[in-house]
């Protein structure tokens, strides 16, 4: 056996020892500081290289490992979920949109917290939401509660819209269906603005694939739409009725009413302007 391995098997059965450290009545190093044993015996009687006994942790030295291992562990995650945000959210301040920034203006925001705190229910029974309201109540904040909050669960989710849905196909993706299927593996898929779409024939049979093969890989969707639940139940034509049929079925709708908070911020700047000129 050369050297250089002579040494490394010393290494692993010395003991690291402090001036605090003492003797133990057995024999074996203690530690000065909880008093535990930083030595054993090997068991039987046996030896190794000439050692009877062999390095263990005392208290301190196992609340410092647990302690490193617990801040790598936290370091990953953070590098996790920041990965899943880079990748799931098509606009950087939807990182934002979270319950802890949430002004407790939006009543159906316990809706919200109920869906990540059911995830594996309602991915199981493949359950979305169909947010519908006007412009400017909270249906886009809330989907991003849900979204930053399963992130957080290192549970990948995508939330964009279907204008960005459809620059890809034209743009950067050969292989639709390959595209497409890639959405399909999000264990939840968020349309933002669903129905502001440009009504042509291309774009309303790229929309029906995305939903219909979200559908067929029976995973829960969530869409956020201006339009009224009337309107969504009573399509004007079979291209849009195939559409609408397959998100009311895949989604539960939960209605945003009041005014506008986009509205209300611009109003109260205006104000606030008005005030520093007076």
């Not at 979204?147 to 743009?171: G, P, Y």
């Amino acid at each position: 056996m050369n050297n250089a391995f002579d040494d490394m098997i010393l290494n692993v059965t010395d003991t690291t020892t402090e001036p605090e450290d003492y003797a133990g009545k057995d024999g074996l190093l203690y530690c000065g500081k909880c008093h535990k044993p930083k030595e054993a015996y090997f068991p039987e009687g046996k030896t190794l290289f000439g050692r009877d006994r062999h390095p263990a942790e005392c208290e301190c030295q196992r609340a410092s490992r647990e302690e490193r291992e617990k801040a790598i562990r936290h370091r990953e995650h953070l590098q996790t979920v920041d990965r899943l945000k880079e990748k799931g959210f098509t606009d950087r301040s939807m990182r934002a949109w979270t319950f802890e920034n949430d002004n407790g203006r939006t009543p159906q925001m316990k809706y919200a917290r109920h869906y990540v705190e059911h995830w594996e229910e309602m991915k199981a029974d493949n359950t979305g939401y169909l947010l519908w309201g006007g412009v400017g109540t909270g249906k886009s904040y809330f989907a991003g509660c849900i979204a930053n909050a399963l992130m957080e669960k290192e549970i990948s989710v995508c939330m964009t819209n279907f204008s960005a849905i459809l620059n890809d196909l034209k743009s950067g993706f050969d292989d639709k269906n390959a595209y497409i299927g890639q959405l399909c593996r999000y264990p939840l898929l968020i349309i933002d603005d669903f129905g502001m779409e440009r009504d042509t024939s291309y774009g309303l049979e790229q929309l029906y694939n995305v939903i219909d093969s979200r559908y067929r890989s029976r995973k829960p969707l969530i869409v956020t739409t201006n339009l009224t639940l009337q309107e969504l139940q009573n399509p004007e034509d079979t291209a849009h009725s195939r559409i609408y049929d397959r998100v009311l079925e895949m989604c539960v709708p939960v209605h945003f009413s009041g005014e506008s908070y986009r509205k209300e911020q611009a109003q109260a700047r205006i104000e606030k302007f008005r005030e520093r000129l007076q």
